[in-house]
């Protein structure tokens, strides 16, 4: 495993500053994913809310710095930089696939600290007291590669650049070690609402293991599925970031630490 690298401001990229929004939404990417990812959210959600994408090691502009292997250690950095630099209104945390998992072990670590997020919404991923023995990131490169196709999360003509295949498959392989080797450590339910987001027909995530995530708030849980599968969120991006904008409009005034449960 990794240790924690030196903290840097290069963990959150803001495209989009918005600085009379009442909330922040933190935005954590999935596995392989980038800050980048989040760019049309934050187009999208501002001036409504002040978008923030976390930026892991290992890729883009970060791709001379080792990744990171260990969820737990991302969480502690990214509290980290969240506490020292944006905690000066309320956070509402977005993660997806990989990124489900950091922003959990982030709103732990947040409300430990005593600042409770307003909500988080985890999308195309299992509770995190669920488990699957899983073994991808210890497949050889072309195993690998054949697992971001069957994801489909990738841009196509990526697998056609040789170059610049082999390039982000260290991060990629990081980050399926990463998720696969996380083990939850049993912590206190979050004191704030818990949102799951699904794709129908998504192979990494069942309906129990989604609704599953109920066991990790005591203040309200609601679980929505849409239309595909892992990636289901590049056809329904509208109907996600209307839940977003929604719930962040109704969830917490501005100035506080703590949600209410979600509307449903």
Known sequence: MTAAPAQSQAWVRRYRPAPDAAVRLVCFPHAGGSATFYYPVAQALAPVLDVLAVQYPGRQDRHTEPPVDDIHVLADVVTEELVAGWNDRPLLLFGH?????????????????GTVPVGLFASGRRAPSTYRDENVHLADDEGLVAEMRRMQGTDAQVFEDEEILRMILPAVRSDYRA????????APPLNCPVVALNGRDDPQVTPQEAQAWE???ASGFRLLTYPGGHFYLSAQAPEVLREIREFALTAAPAGTGGGTAPRG
């Open 215 to 217: 066991s990790h708030t």
């Open 179 to 186: 998720v696969e080797t996380y083990r939850h450590q049993p």
């Open 97 to 113: 696939s990989m990124g489900a998992m950091v922003a959990y072990e982030v709103a732990c670590r947040l409300q430990r600290r």
